[in-house]
């Protein structure tokens, strides 16, 4: 029983696995399709998203609400 359950557990990682290169490949095909101005725009939102988690976090830290 146990060995089954290893096996099973192993599939789920192997198939996440596939999944998240899928998806990463999907994500490039398309971000390659767009116009540079496009891809500016993406790119800053992106970081821009990013900033504001790493506050969300460090409020979280300091218990800001």
Same mark, same amino acid.
């Given at each position: 029983e146990i060995a089954s359950c290893l096996v099973g557990s192993e599939m789920c990682i192997r198939d996440s696995i596939d999944g998240a290169h899928a998806a990463d490949a999907l994500v490039n095909e398309l971000? $390659?399709?767009?116009? /540079?101005? $496009?891809?500016?725009? /993406?790119?800053?939102?992106?970081?821009?998203?990013a900033a504001v988690r790493k506050n969300d976090r460090q409020n979280q830290q300091d218990g800001v609400a």
């Open positions: 971000f $390659d399709s767009l116009d /540079l101005r $496009d891809k500016q725009t /993406l790119l800053w939102m992106g970081m821009g998203m």
